[in-house]
Nanobody, 122 residues
């Protein structure tokens, strides 16, 4: 029903910036919340940031003050502006969407993007 496609990953030097984008496509859905997770080498997948339809945001402590999540509800898109990147930010970043169907009552679905690689290295 819903497909999530991430873009914007790449290789940057420490202190640099990247902007990740995630676009949702499909039909008969609406989004409650969207977020970003990451899987770093040797670590479990962790939540990076989330934004709800009420425009509340939450961030992992490790990225507070450096990353900013935003959402364009009209486009069903979410963005992650990453500044002051550190080598520790190197990971595969996954877009996540918490959705419900507009045609099926009492439905809730979680969708994941395919992931985009972010590498922070000199």
């Amino acid at each position: 029903q819903v497909q999530l496609v991430e873009s914007g990953g790449g290789l940057v030097q420490p202190g640099g910036s990247l902007r990740l984008s995630c676009a949702a496509s499909g039909s008969d859905f609406s989004i409650y919340a969207m977020g970003w997770y990451r899987q770093a080498p040797g670590k479990q997948r962790e939540l990076v940031a989330v934004i709800t339809r009420g425009s509340t945001t939450n961030y992992a402590e490790s990225v507070k003050g450096r990353f900013t999540i935003s959402r364009d509800s009209a486009k069903d898109a979410v963005y992650l502006q990453m500044n002051s990147l550190k080598p520790e930010d190197t990971a595969v970043y996954y877009c996540n969407a918490n959705t419900h169907s507009t045609v099926v009552a009492d439905s809730r679905r979680i969708y994941w993007g395919q992931g985009t690689q972010v590498t922070v290295s000199a």
